[in-house]
Structures are given as C-alpha cells and as structure tokens.
C-alpha cells in the first residue's frame, strides 16, 4: 500500500495515529493511504515557519519574484506528470487535469511580477517638511485549506501569493487527493524557495481546528462547502486570524431568446458536465426565457447529453470521469431522487451508470431535469456533481430574480446577442462574477476572484491585488527631519497638516 505524508521542514518518519484512505475514482479500490497529522505535528511546522520566515521576508521582492519564474518553469516540465497523478486521486480526465494546472500556473505568473505591486505610495511635502509614505509587509505564517475539486489550482492560488509576499505558507490540502500538493512543495524546493517556506501538513477536521486555534498563525484561506467557509470564517476571526472563506455555489446560466442556442448548447456541456460537475463555477442551472426557448434549448439539448462519453481518467476521448468517491456519488444520486421526488420531469437519468470494466468506480451519468421550481431543496441546495436544472422564467425581470435572491452568489451568466440586455444584466445581478457570453467567468489571475452571499466569507478575495493585500498588512509612516531646535506649545495640539 502506497503511504503519501507531508511535506516538512524537518525530518518526520511519516507515521500516523490515523490514515485515510485515498481511492481510485476509476475502479473504486484503495490506491493508497494519507498519515493524518495532529496538533503536536502543526506546533512543529508553524515553529519551523517562524524560524524561516524573517529572512524570506527580508529577501527582496525582485528575488522571491525569480523564484516563481523558477518554480513556473518546473512545473511545466513536469505537467504531463502532475496531471496523471492528479487525475489519478481526483477521476477528473487528464486534459482537464491539465487545465487545473494551468489555471494555478496563471496566478504564478502574476506572482513573477511582485516587485510592482508590492510598491507603496509617497507623499512628498504633505506638511511643512513631512512627507508620508506606506509600505505592505508580509503577515507572517499564512495556512491554505483546499477542497479535493482542485488540488492544483487552489493551492497554487493560496500558496504563489502568500509566498511571493514574504509570507510562509502551510497547506492543508483535501485528505482525499493529496498527493499533488506534496509535489507542490518539492518544485518549490528544487526552485530555490527556502526550507520551511512552504510546507504541507496532510489533516482532516481536526487538523483544520488545529489550525484556526493555533495562535502564532496569522491568516487562513479556505475553500470548501459553505457550511465549513461559516464555521471556519467564524471560528478563524474569533481566534483574531485574517480569514477569507469561500464557500458553495448554484450557478445560473440565463438564456435570452435572441441567444444562438447552438453555443450555448455546447457551451452548457461542458460548463455543466465538465469534470463531472464538480467545480464551484460549474453551471447547473439554466434559465430560459420563455417557453418557446425552453422548448427549442431542450430539443437540443437533449441529444447533446445524451453524445457525451463518461469513461476513465486516461481516456482522450472522455468528456468526463468518475467522481471523486463512492459517498459522493451515492449524494449526488440520492439528490436525482430527490428532484424525482419533488416533481421536476426527469429528462435524461444518469444514474445506474456502468462503465464495462470499471463496474465498481464512481460513475454518473448526464443527468437533466426539466420544469424545476425555485421552492424545490434540489434548486436550493448545491448538488456538485453532473446534473443540469433547467429552470423556466416568462420574462427578463423574472430570470435576473433567480440568481439574485438565492443563498448563493458565486458566478453567472447570461446568453445574449442583446449588448442592453447584457449590460443591464450584470449591472442589476446580485452575484459576485458574471459572464456575459461565458459560461465559466473564472477571471484571468490579474483580476480577482471571489463570490458573493454564502458564496464567501470575508471581504478580501482571491489572487489579483485583493490576494495580495489579503496576505499582506499596510504600515504608513509620517516623517520629519527638523533642522533647529526651537519649540513651542504647538506639540501639546493634535497636529494637522494644514
């Protein structure tokens, strides 16, 4: 049995009071098994992160940049690698595992150019002989949590920022596909980064709490499901931690009846179904406007599921794999049922799926409902895996309600030849990333990334220059060289700079 531990900056045997076992999606069997550390293994980590921290701090920005132009080089040597392993422990076929990657490597890239935005601002002469100016300055020791949907990417998004800052960096990863993140860390070593910089502790709820107590730990940034983004939001700052939390989604896709219906089919194949609907800007919801469009998006839709190919990770010709456990597969059917249930028509059902060969892997089928309403548990509720809703409105007003009023407010988008309808459209929408025209508004690593409502937790979102003042602090310093020494009662009155 393969045994997969952390990634230290000292030397530990990789036992474990407890293990978990990692599966193979593909076939269902254990492939291997995770050490989960403890308390007592984080103390160390963090002290080793306090020893290492100061003098990455002090290296200059141009330098730590050189180390993620290194970094970025390995990682694309080494992809082809990566993307097996990933697509190994997740299911996610290896052309989206890739994509994963890449994706990460984007916010490395912005990273390189760390020198510019780390520059403060100066005020020359903002009083008789005072001038001001601010600085940012790293936190100290940072910890990333990260979800099993994307091992590569959300760390990297954590991790490049953090470090590139002057932070170190502890990830906790998902117990159920950690072997990447470890990889992580080597070609962060073999790139130049110093010991103790960025290491990987491998944990579960109980590492997490570890974490969000741990006092010498300055700031946490979480993905996951939005019930642990509110626990962890809460239970972080009540511990005096800086903490951005992201949470779930129920992503909306609003067709408009001047929309060209052949895009938007493909594109909803793969925004709905792709990496078997397990990502937070998937797009399970879609909204037609009126029925006429309903009836002319389903009539196309439907043979469009129906041609897409379910097969194993390493299949090129597979449009998606298995997902990610037995439990998360029996949820995702257990929520097919309830739709069933609820008295949405079930139009294509993908549950029973068998791929010959791999009967015991963790299969779903493409699944679609029609006529769903918004008072149904299974519209309300996040279902991540691969099932399209489609949700019927009679007007505009009606369709910009939807993702409006629902607890969450991930992404959105609208489909549209109509540039009016468009911009009044991501004008009025109360979520936080809306696509126009694009199925999956992912922003590019420059811009920010971040969600509305249940959708996060916090005020700061992720990479971009929101990711690089969530894991810095700003110091603004007024300075003053006299040059005599007269004094007056003017030092016993607030001074202005008037």
């Known amino acids: 049995m393969r045994e997969i531990t952390h990634k230290l900056a000292f030397a530990h045997d990789g036992t474990a009071n407890r293990y978990s076992d990692v599966f193979d999606p593909n076939n269902g069997a254990v492939q291997a098994r995770v050490a989960l550390g403890d308390a007592a293994l984080l103390d160390r980590a963090v002290e080793a992160a306090k020893k290492a921290q100061p003098a990455w701090a002090a290296v200059n920005p141009q330098r730590r940049a050189r180390v993620m132009f290194n970094f970025k080089a390995l990682v694309e040597q080494n992809i082809d690698e990566l993307a097996h392993l990933l697509s190994s422990e997740h299911g996610k076929v290896v052309a989206d595992a890739k994509g994963d990657i890449q994706r990460g490597l984007e916010v490395i890239e912005f990273c390189c150019g760390i020198p510019h935005v780390l520059k403060g601002e100066y005020t020359q002469g903002a009083g008789p002989g005072i001038d001001v100016y601010s600085m940012r300055q790293p936190l100290g020791i940072g910890v990333g949590i990260t979800p099993f949907n994307f091992p590569a990417m ?16 502890i990830l906790k990863p998902s117990e159920r596909d950690p072997s990447v993140p470890v990889r992580i860390a080597e070609l962060f070593l073999e790139a130049g980064l110093p010991e103790g910089i960025m290491q990987v502790i491998q944990g579960d709820k109980e590492m997490v709490d570890a974490i969000l107590d741990h006092p010498d730990i300055a700031a946490v940034s979480f993905v996951g499901s939005s019930d642990i983004a509110h626990y962890v939001y809460k239970r972080g700052v009540d511990a005096g931690k800086r903490v951005q939390a992201m949470g779930g989604a129920k992503n909306h896709g609003i067709v408009m009846p001047d929309a060209d219906l052949d895009q938007v089919v493909n594109d ?31 009539e196309k839709l439907i043979p469009a599921i129906e041609a897409l190919r379910v097969g194993v990770s390493t299949d090129p010709d597979a449009h998606y794999g298995p997902v990610v456990t037995a439990a998360h597969k029996a949820k995702i059917e257990s929520y097919i049922q309830m739709g069933v249930d609820e008295g949405a028509e079930l139009v294509v059902d993908g549950r ?22 918004p008072t149904m548990r299974t519209y309300k509720e996040e279902i991540f895996g691969p099932v399209l809703q489609m949700v019927r409105a009679e007007n505009f007003e009606e369709a910009l309600a939807l993702p409006s009023q629902h607890q969450y407010g991930n992404g959105v988008a609208i489909f549209t030849r109509n540039g009016h309808a468009a911009r009044e459209f991501a004008a009025r929408v109360n979520v936080g990333m809306v696509g126009i025209n694009v199925p999956i508004p992912v922003p590019v690593a420059y811009h920010t990334f971040g969600g509305w409502k249940r959708s996060a937790f916090g005020d700061t979102n992720q990479h971009g220059m929101e990711g690089v003042k969530f894991w810095t602090k700003v110091k603004t310093v007024t300075q003053r060289w006299p040059d005599g020494g007269a004094s007056d009662d003017s030092a016993f009155i607030i001074p202005t700079m008037g």
């Open 154 to 169: 959300i760390p990297l998004w954590m991790s490049g920022v953090a470090i590139a800052t002057g932070n170190a960096f």
């Open 268 to 298: 909803l194949a793969g925004a709905a179904f792709g990496s078997a609907g397990e990502r937070c800007m998937a797009l399970p919801v879609v909204v037609p406007i009126g029925d006429r469009t309903a009836l002319a998006l389903r």
């Open 352 to 373: 029973g799926f068998k791929l010959q060969g791999h009967e015991e892997g963790f299969f779903v089928g493409p699944t679609l409902f029609d006529h769903v309403k």
